[in-house]
C-alpha cells in the first residue's frame, strides 16, 4: 500500500483546509483509516480515524474536523475547519491492515498563524 497526502498549507486562524490521501496498492484488507499529525517536540497524535461503520476523533478536533473516505476512488479526507494555531503540525495519513500492519504517508505540513 501506497500512501500519497495532499493538501496542507498556511492558513489564518479560523480558516479552513482539506487533507486528501490518495492510496494505491493492495488495499482490501484495510479495516481503519486515519489521520495523524506532529508538531514540532511533540509526540505523533491520532487526529481522527474511520471505519466502516464509525468515525472517531482527538478531543482537540472535534466539531471542527471531519474525516472521510471515498471507496471507489481509495482517497480518505480531512475537512479542517476554525483552524488554530495550535493545529499547526506535519499531518500523515495511515492505512491499518486487519493483520496489524501499518502504512504510512509522506507528511503534508499544515501552518496556522494567529
Known amino acids: 500500500v501506497q500512501l500519497q497526502a495532499s493538501g496542507g498549507g498556511l492558513v489564518q486562524a479560523g480558516g479552513s483546509l482539506r487533507l486528501s490521501c490518495a492510496a494505491s496498492?493492495?488495499?482490501?484488507?484495510?479495516?481503519?483509516r486515519g489521520w495523524y499529525r506532529q508538531a514540532p517536540g511533540k509526540q505523533r497524535e491520532l487526529v481522527a480515524s474511520?471505519?466502516?461503520?464509525?468515525?472517531n476523533y482527538a478531543d482537540s478536533v472535534k466539531g471542527r474536523f471531519t474525516i472521510f473516505r471515498d471507496i471507489a476512488k481509495n482517497m480518505v479526507y480531512l475537512q479542517m475547519n476554525s483552524l488554530q494555531p495550535e493545529d499547526t503540525a506535519v499531518y500523515y495519513c495511515n492505512y491499518h491492515e486487519v493483520n496489524g500492519m501499518d502504512y504510512w504517508g509522506k507528511g503534508t505540513l499544515v501552518t496556522v498563524s494567529s
Open positions: 474511520i471505519t466502516s461503520g464509525s468515525t
Open positions: 496498492g493492495r488495499i482490501f484488507s484495510i479495516n481503519v
